[in-house]
Structure formats: C-alpha cells, structure tokens
T-cell receptor, first 114, second 114 residues
C-alpha cells in the first residue's frame, strides 16, 4: 500500500522566495495534518483538515504560511515570503479520522532557507 | 492545554537489555496514546498505541502500559537490538479539550550498543 507521499524531499531556496510543499495522503483517509519539526521546538502541529476543510490552523506561525486541500488526495503548504527561520523538516500525516486514530506520516520535506 | 512530558531525552542500553521510556500528560480527558519511532531521514512511524479503556498492550518485544490515575504511560522494549536505535515519541490525544489533536512529547533518542 502506498503511504503518505510528500514532495519535494529536499528544498533549498533563498530568503524571500515562495516555497510550496506537497502532500498526497493515504487513499481513504479523511484527515490530513501538517507538522513542522525542529531541534528546538520538536514536532509542532501547524494545521489539520477533516474532509478537505481546515479545522484548526492555530499552529500556523504567521500569515506567511498558508495551506490548502482542494481535494481528498492533495494538499499544499505554502510559505511566502520564506525566511531563514522557516528552515525545518515539514511532515504531512493522514488518518482515517481526526479523533483517536493512528496518524501515518510521510518522510517529510527538508527545507533550507538561505 | 495538554502538555506531554517525556523522559529520558537520551537512553543508551546494551543489546539484549530492556529499555523503558516514560511519559506524563496533563489533560485527564486524554484517551488515546500512540508511540512513534523515527529513524534518521524518515517520518515518525507508529509502533504501538493504547486507548484509555485498557491498562496494557503488547506486540512482540514492545509493550505499553497506561496509568490513568497517575496520568502516565510507558513504552517497554525487551531484548533490544541495534535496529531499535532511533528517536521515540509518545503522544496524547483528547477530543474534549484538544479536538483530537495529538500532542507529542519531546522525544527520546535510544541507542542500542552491540
């Protein structure tokens, strides 16, 4: 079975550029989560969707971050403009439901903003 | 909100020994407790989970115990092998107070020496 697929795996770009991270959840899962992982802050939930609708975006750090889920099989996380402090590993996860269900993670996008 | 504390932050054991990682949570309404293993360059992978209606769950060399009164849960790995070396995360989820979001501990870096 295909797991959660994220692209790109690595992204290096200059400060001020727009960055778009992509995620394909596991087929049949109706909840999708975006996380950010850093040494200092650990795993942080940025936003999650249920049935393609954003439920909680309280973890999104600032207006430079936005996320969309146009359909059940695709989501994007966009940073515009990017800053060096956005450098981190970004994970997407999906689950059968948002409540008390195992979340399955992709292998992440390692983002470096120079 | 929910807070999950995880100890120790690093753990080194000899191959064949047991390893125990402990977590405490603050929200008494938490009812789902997964454990994840993260290897270098990979996303967190679910290894075992437990719900609040049971006190213990075992899967081969891995077991998890839950003490709801004390609000703590533990991961036990027996007969450790070098391939168990990774970072382990605990998490807790509460529908009532967190909308079902997973709150992660800070992680434990386990090193199994051959």
């Amino acid at each position: 079975d295909a797991g959660v697929i994220q692209s790109p795996r690595h992204e290096v770009t200059e400060m001020g550029q727009e960055v778009t991270l992509r995620c394909k959840p596991i087929s049949g899962h109706n909840s999708l989560f975006w996380y950010r992982q850093t040494m200092m802050r650990g795993l942080e939930l940025l936003i999650y969707f249920n049935n393609n609708v954003p439920i909680d975006d309280s973890g999104m750090p600032e207006d430079r971050f936005s996320a969309k889920m146009p359909n059940a099989s695709f989501s994007t996380l966009k940073i515009q403009p990017s800053e060096p402090r956005d450098s981190a590993v970004y994970f997407c996860a999906s689950s059968l439901d948002r409540v008390s269900q195992p979340q399955h993670f992709g292998d992440g996008t390692r983002l470096s903003i120079l | 909100g929910e807070n999950v504390e995880q100890h120790p932050s690093t753990l080194s054991v000899q191959e064949g020994d047991s390893a125990v990682i402990k977590c405490t949570y603050s929200d008494s309404a938490s009812n789902y407790f997964p454990w994840y293993k993260q290897e270098l360059g990979k996303g967190p992978q679910l290894i075992i989970d437990i719900r609040s209606n049971v006190g213990e769950k075992k899967d081969q060399r891995i077991a998890v115990t839950l003490n709801k009164t004390a609000k703590h849960f533990s991961l036990h790995i027996t007969e450790t092998q070098p391939e168990d070396s990774a970072v382990y995360f605990c998490a807790a989820s509460s529908l009532r107070n967190q909308g079902g979001k997973l709150i992660f501990g800070q992680g434990t870096e386990l090193s199994v020496k051959p």
